[in-house]
């Protein structure tokens, strides 16, 4: 059965701390995404990856890391430069080429500070 | 002023109505439009794809564009008691990333 994995489903950070989210997707997609949804402002775009070993920033990068080591896995480390870290995190894939191809989720990580 | 703009409801609806939502958007660039339905706790799921103007239509839903106007809808048929959910649109040129509204909650009640 074909989809995106995300774990955990829920993660609590203390202050200071690093912690990672896991993202493994079995849909054979060349693209990764991450995203943030709060209340009221929507998804916004964290990272994406269109390729093994290559990232890009998205439009609220600050605070955050990603790697892209195998196609099948894009992990993302919120930092303790994140300094409001609490929310749900999506992590999204899609086929290769262009970027207007459609995503599809993982069903989300819940973030929230001790 | 945003790039997507959705009004955030919450709508609540008889079973077996039909459903309206829409979305505005300010970049007439855009050409590629998407709804996705959210459960609660859960992540968004594709419902329907759209490139450009016109109608699309799978099963209940039907998806429309308007880009004169900068306006797309979500129609949904005979609602029902499982379409209870957050619907999001979003939208991009093709060479960008995707831009989301911020979702309209739904509630049908049986």
């Known amino acids: 059965d074909g989809g995106i994995t995300q774990s955990p489903k829920y993660l609590f950070r203390k202050e200071g701390q690093n912690v990672t989210l896991s993202c493994e997707q079995n849909l054979n997609h060349d693209a990764m995404y991450w995203y943030r949804q709060d209340p009221g402002q929507g998804l916004r775009l964290i990272y994406y990856s269109q390729i093994v070993n290559d990232f890009q920033k998205g439009d609220i990068a600050e605070g955050y890391s990603v790697s892209r080591e195998k196609k099948e896995s894009f992990p993302l480390t919120v930092t303790s430069a994140q300094k409001n870290p609490t929310a749900f995190y999506l992590c999204a894939s899609s086929t290769a080429g262009s970027i207007s191809q459609p995503q599809h989720f993982g069903d989300g990580t819940r973030l929230s500070i001790l | 002023q945003k790039e997507v703009e959705q009004d955030p409801g919450p709508l609540s609806v008889p079973e077996g109505a039909i459903v309206s939502l829409n979305c505005t958007y300010s970049?007439?660039?855009?050409?590629?439009f998407m709804w996705y339905r959210q459960y609660s706790r859960k992540g968004p799921e594709l419902l329907m794809y759209?490139?450009?103007?016109g109608n699309k239509e799978d099963g209940r839903f039907t998806a429309q564009v308007d880009k004169s106007s900068k306006y797309i809808s979500l129609f949904i048929r005979d609602s029902q008691p499982s379409d209870s959910a957050t619907y999001l649109c979003a939208m991009n040129t093709g060479a960008n990333n995707l831009f989301f509204g911020t979702g309209t909650r739904l509630t049908v009640i049986p």
């Open positions: 759209t490139y450009s103007s």
């Open positions: 970049n007439s660039a855009f050409q590629y």
